[in-house]
């Protein structure tokens, strides 16, 4: 459909009004036109860029004999620029663009609307490709001068950019998947680049409630792709920055939780990962500490250094003081060397029976700040320990049986009292570093008494011993040259041992692994137990919001409800400054507004899909749709009589019924709201 102003081809746009413009002077200036057209070279009358003929300009023409279009084209005549955009979409109309009376007469709307949308929807789209955001505002503003019956036009090429985008989405998703693609750890960043191009935050929140459905698939699609790199490539930056950017989308509904669920999800996840990075050289360093240590412990556990060594030595490698000052990133690391010395602490005990540097070590693995359950029971360990050892200082000095290394047995003379006895004797040989150290031994040295037969015992006798002659016998044993707990102390003391679970320590990277936390399991949006859901014809949901309605007179008002939304139709009185009455009409059904009473009212719509009772609305109430939201009030004011003359019967029909007399401007939720 092209727009052609007959009263500017005619050359009548200096008239004054209407009323000057007869059918003589009409049928003048359109002899002096097609004469003009007959003399051109071409055949055809310019018009701003356009090459009309005869017959195109023959049916403008006949379109004065209505009298309102007549005064419609002189008006648009005169205003020169929106008449241009009308015939070829120069957006210099939206530069400043004025605000006339005309615009409030719904005829005018219906007129201007089909030429006016079609236009407005390619400025739109060259403005929202560019990401001129200034000038998208703009051409946004003039919306008003669209009928509902034309919004589809007006907003369908920028629509279908966004579906076409979505689809691209989702097709990157899918190749990330299958594995298909050419989606990789080192190109996968690009992603980001990719939705920011395709979905610009400040472009996106720019469109009006129309394409809040389509903007919450956005939001859906780009959550599913980042769920695929999630599973599939582990890139937490790219999914931090993915649901990042949904949230600061305009979205509503049941899924936004969902998307601020995952961020945090995936946010607690990269901020972790950010500061491993960030600490990878100080952990690397204690790692190695790590390794060196464990390698101390293993020394310790086949002897070959002793406790206080292994002490001294793992005390170089490690700054106590330093370790408690890393941030969260050293929590594990933290914790591995408080197992790590309370390992030790047990190999000191268990291997070589050295309480006083097992506590030490199980001190300076008490001294390291770490989880509540590690420290329970080090704490709890390291008071066994000093308990075990306050135990032995009451008991004094162990009395330990020496291993054997030999013994000489031989025939000696024995005399008493000038008696000489013969007689056999062992003497047992003892390891040098024991002999005449421990208790009980007095009667077995070289020179000193032999033991005496039991008729011997009691008398008061002095021996003499001579040696005639002795042979030794060196017996050695391996599996002695060693003693155990058991046969050293007297009593019985507490075994001292470590839970297996928690004394693996791993060697096989340099690099220290840090424990991770479980991440939550993604939650993809839901599908809503409301979907489809309905209320009732005549159904007042709002109720809470403006109150009771008012029922009162005989004037009526029938909605026609042909539209692809349910729909709820609020009278605002404009006497009584407040909503009177909400109806809630399903899609493609009509129902009859009764009882209203004389007086000037504006005419409110509410549309949308999915009813949900649950879900909070702008006034704070329950109930609200949950898809395809849109507001939108009727052009001016209705007048409704209800007299002595009579009462009126009005009809309104929504789009996209057809010839729909609905002539309407988006409005936003907060206006719609307003009591």
Known sequence: MQYINPIEILGLSSAIDVSSIDVDIIKKEKRKLFADIDLSDNGHFEYHGLQLTKGDCEKAIDELANKDLKEFYLYLATNKKLNTFLVNGNDAVFTNFQQDSIFKLPDFIKFISPYFASKFDKALLNAYENEDEEQTKAILNTSFLIAQSDINVAYKSVSINIENNIIETKEMKEDIIDENGDWNEDNIPVVMDIIRASFPTEMINCLPNYFQSQILKIAKEINYLNIAIWDNLDDTQVCNDLLEHILTLNISGLDKPTFEKNYKIVSKKNEARIEQEKNAPVLKRYAKCLLAIIEIKKQLEIKNIAPKM???????????????????????????????????????????????????????????????????????????????????????????????????????????????????????????????????????????????????????????????????????????????NDDYYSTTTQDYSSPTSTNDYSTTDPIAEVAEEPIEEFVPPAESEYKGNQLDDGDSPLSDCFGSGIYSGNATLTIKNGGNSDAIICLYSVSKDRTIRNEYVQKNSSFKMSNIAQGEYKIRVFYGNDWNPELENSCGTNGNFESDINFSEFDGTEYFEDSERGYTNATITLYTVANGNASSSSIDQSKFFNN
Not at 344 to 353: K, P
Not at 409 to 423: C, H, K, P, S
Request: charged share 20%; with cysteine; proline share 2%.
């Open 310 to 484: 292994a002490f001294e030595n793992a005390m170089e490698l490690i700054d106590i003081n330093e370790i408690n000052q890393l941030g969260s990133i050293g929590n594990e690391i933290r914790r591995q060397f408080a197992l790590l010395f309370r390992s030790i602490s047990i190999c000191s005990w268990n291997e070589h029976d050295d309480i006083d540097n097992s506590i030490k070590f199980i001190e300076i693995a008490n001294n390291i700040t770490t989880d509540e359950d590690t420290n329970s029971k080090i704490e709890s360990d390291l008071a066994d320990l000093i308990s075990i050892r306050q135990d032995r200082k009451k008991q004094g000095a162990p009395v330990q049986k020496v291993p054997e290394l030999g013994i000489f047995y031989g025939i000696g003379l024995q005399i008493y009292n000038d008696t000489r006895y013969f007689t056999i004797f062992h003497i047992p040989i003892f390891a040098i570093d024991r002999f005449n150290l421990e208790k009980g031994w007095n009667s077995y040295t070289f020179f000193g008494k032999l033991p005496l037969h039991k008729w011997q015992k009691g008398l008061n006798v002095t021996v003499i011993t001579l040696i005639l002659f002795a042979v030794g016998f060196y017996i050695y044993d391996s599996n002695n040259s060693s003693y155990s």
